[in-house]
DNA sequence: GTTAGCACTCTAAAGCCTTGAGTGCTAACT
DNA sequence: AGTTAGCACTCAAGGCTTTAGAGTGCTAAC
């Protein structure tokens, strides 16, 4: 598309740009370039990549900037698909070990992530509406009072404490037992609600009232162990990017939130996936850069792991590193379960 | 100490200074005094109250406004103790529901509180040394995995899955049921350690290294359980202060990283502390104030419940609000181990 | 003891000047 | 035709000065 020349003095704005965060002048941008020209020649180049859209001037008398297609086309076309450095993946992968809880394994990635980028990061625990139940257990620990348990194929614990108006029987807790494992195991969890466990408790006739709790727990439960989290990392980094400062309350509280964050996330394509500035469709977002990936446990989608930083971010290697921490997090997973 | 008209305009400096943010001056201080007076005479007796270390001056030609010693003297001796007004109570109430897993209860307690006060909050989940193990489980999920759950006599539920080398069989359920039951249930979490695991794993002979790594896992529920999380919410809000922008990064970084917070909470006496600015022992909260209050949960303090903000806070209605927050979750909590 | 009056202080905001990096254009050069 | 030197022009940033106004401390009268 664009001339060889202009694509070497397109990549050399862009990485000089992300390198000082200060406009680049035709002067200064010389020693970067691989051929011997005049400044004067840079700067017709540089004009031409203005008009078509690739670099902007933050007013007439300044250096270029790369604008939002500048960006895209360069890493598009001109970025390469740099190796993680080594220092890089050691530091991952010794934050990371060999964990196999994947709330823990996906908190840890987000963290190492975020240091190592010095930017905000976010992670979502492995999803599953079609995830199975494998384990339910109820236990009393009080006359009124017992802890359940459910335990899914991916390998999520959730538990919780709960308890009811009536008193804990033998009974009661073989029928419990009888049909949370005829019924409810083995079955996906989005199968589980509270209007399945209605009529569920409705079938063990007397003891309806007594069992409903529990099995409204369950389905609780259920929702619990079905939902990704959304967990964010290292957002006071963003703190420390000038260009962010002016929006640093909006765009923290945008993430904190999260609810939109969710359906940005279930947008995003396989491979990685970058969205520059304005590309973002919330507000809170167009002075920032997002980079996501999505992980696979078991050949599944999963979950995603992206950075949210300014515009001006180290693609060539925030990329490298987001897709090797992707595939490391999916192979764990999957490790984990294929196990047991 | 002070002479009445002296308290009198100290307090009307602290308040106006704590609605407004800017330096108070003797003219607009005539409306919010109760006497009539003349501004020279305030003047006269701003000057004093100067000299004498309550007030201070950001210029010579400034206003006034409260230096640390006067907010502390308008805390302790003119303040006066104002009930939480009906419009907060509702909202803590409504936010906390009759929620009684405590990790659950005090991050609630954390959300709400952030929200009424406009900063940041931490809190505490119920620690305890000294608390009993009053159940443990192990449930087989695998030929070699098993889900280990412990749960505490103050109510806090830890599980988790582990694994083991060696395959899971009967005999070696039922003496890990024995042991558990016998030499763990009843004991203190502080007693729980990998040493005395060691110990506890040798006794069963031949099975003791499969045995093992569920004893240890169960010490690393013990820690888990005894350890009391610090909990932050609502730490961009404080963004919004101007006095705290220089710092903000830098502030919000010390309370991320949270050891040092450890021994702060723990130094604090039992009724509502006040940390005013310089009183802060750490660098970086010497912009800033706490307020931080324990709850008692059985008649033992077991955690604390504080704001984080500006020096210029509205102490008047944030320290009743602390209060009545941490009654309510010692309430709350205490009558959730009673239940049962 | 209180107050009116006044000279004084000092910041914040506004305006002006200077500097220098960087530009676009033209005309000469290869 | 493509490249380059040269030059006039632009514009933000920083420094300096001025102005306005809020507030002070002091003195002398009440």
Redesign the pocket.
């Given at each position: 598309m664009l001339s060889d020349r202009k694509e070497k003095i397109l990549a050399a704005v862009v990485e000089q740009y992300i390198k000082s965060g200060e406009?680049v002048?035709?002067?200064?941008l010389l020693e970067s370039l691989p051929m011997?020209?005049?400044?004067?020649?840079v700067?017709?180049e540089?004009?031409e990549l203005?008009s078509m859209g690739y670099l902007s001037?933050?007013?007439?008398?300044?250096?270029?900037i790369p604008s939002h297609s500048g960006y895209r086309y360069y890493i598009d076309n001109l970025m390469g698909t740099r190796e993680l450095d080594e220092q890089s993946r050691k530091k991952i992968e010794s934050a990371i070990g060999s964990n196999t809880d994947p709330d823990k394994l996906l908190s840890t990635a987000g963290e190492v992530l975020a240091e190592l980028t010095n930017c905000a990061t976010l992670s979502t625990t492995p999803a599953g509406e079609t995830t199975l139940i494998k384990r339910i257990e109820m236990v009393p620990v009080g006359t009124r009072t017992a802890m359940l348990v459910l335990l899914t194929s991916t390998g999520i614990l959730k538990s919780r404490i709960c308890r009811s108006e009536f008193e804990l029987t033998v009974p009661l807790l073989e029928s419990f037992y009888n049909i949370t494992s005829s019924q409810l195991v083995g079955k996906p969890l989005c199968d589980v609600n509270i209007a399945t466990m209605q009529t569920l408790a409705a079938s063990v006739g007397a003891d309806a009232f007594a069992m409903l709790p529990f099995l409204a727990s369950i389905a609780d439960l259920a929702k619990d162990a079905s939902q990704a989290d959304i967990l964010l990392e290292g957002q006071t980094n963003l703190l420390n990017y000038r260009e962010l400062e002016e929006n640093a309350y909006e765009l923290m509280e945008f993430l904190r939130k999260g609810e939109p964050l969710g359906s940005l996330i279930s947008s995003s394509k396989s491979d990685v996936n970058v969205l520059i500035g304005e590309e973002n469709k919330f507000r809170q977002l167009q002075n920032s850069s997002l980079i996501l990936a999505k992980y696979s446990v078991g050949g599944h989608e999963s979950g995603t792991i992206g950075v949210i930083g300014p515009t001006r971010l180290d693609y060539a290697k925030l990329i490298p590193s987001v897709r090797y921490l992707t595939d490391l997090v999916g192979r764990l997973l999957t490790k984990a379960i294929d196990e047991e």
């Open positions: 406009p002048g035709s002067k200064s011997k020209l005049s400044s004067a020649t700067r017709n540089m004009a203005s001037q933050p007013h007439t008398s300044a250096g270029r």
